[in-house]
């Protein structure tokens, strides 16, 4: 085995490697990487979702808790001090009683996952391409996921941090109009049909081209899941992410 150090990114797809997500990304083509219980160990923690749960103040989208297969924003958008704020004491509420949540453009909440973005830009460089991260969270099994959806034009890789999750991947069996990215539980058995069902286990990765119709239900015990969706935007700014070490900063600023 070669002793050049690899990086986040090819240590995520172990086994696979990089030639093998270009070859699936080209052919729109899924696959799941199974790995250790560890394998995830420290890449989002807790901390780190608890910690950006209580920056009510400062997000450009706040955690929306899922309720009845669809997000729920809990913003006050007549705050004095802000031109909207998150009503915590709601999501709280929410999270006590059972229900999912999401955490949108979460690319920064820790440094593995700020890091795993800035590769995945870096390998699809001549794609132009831009990532992002969402966490979903739940509790426990009562907690609910959206309706089955697709999303475009975005790839996604998903990442098993905490816990597990049982996935559902449909084909179409009817026409469906592209403007519709959801479809109701009462119409999915006319549109859809179930192609593939799954769990992942704490470990596990998924990648998941654009447009593949899917659902996740939620199984016993907590679970954090990690999506990271990626497409190509030539014409946007890359997100900076440099880490700012003000810790140590003005530690030493204090010597």
Known sequence: MSDKKISLLEAILTPLTLDDLKEHYTDARCFVVE????????????????????????????????????????????????????????????????????????????????????????????????????????????????????????????????????????DVKKDIPDSVMAITPETQDEYLELASEFTLSQGDALYMPPGVFHKVVSVPGPRVSVSIPFYAMPTASKMDRTYIPFAKMFAAASL
């Open 35 to 170: 790995g250790k219980e560890d394998k995830f160990d420290g890449l989002v923690t807790p901390e780190d979702i608890e910690r950006r749960l209580n920056d009510g103040c400062n997000a450009s989208v706040f955690a929306q808790a899922i309720k009845d297969g669809n997000r729920s924003a809990n913003v006050d958008a007549n705050c004095v001090w802000s031109p909207g704020s998150l009503r915590k004491a709601q999501l709280l509420a929410d999270i006590q009683a059972g229900n999912s949540f999401m955490m949108a453009n979460s690319s920064q909440v820790s440094k593995g996952i700020r890091k795993l973005c800035d590769q995945l830009e870096a390998f699809f460089a001549d794609d132009h391409i831009h990532a992002d991260a969402h966490l979903y969270v739940s509790m426990n099994d009562s907690g609910n996921s959206y309706n089955a959806h697709r999303d475009l034009p975005q790839h996604k890789l998903l990442i098993q941090a905490i816990g597990s999750a049982n996935w559902q991947l449909f």
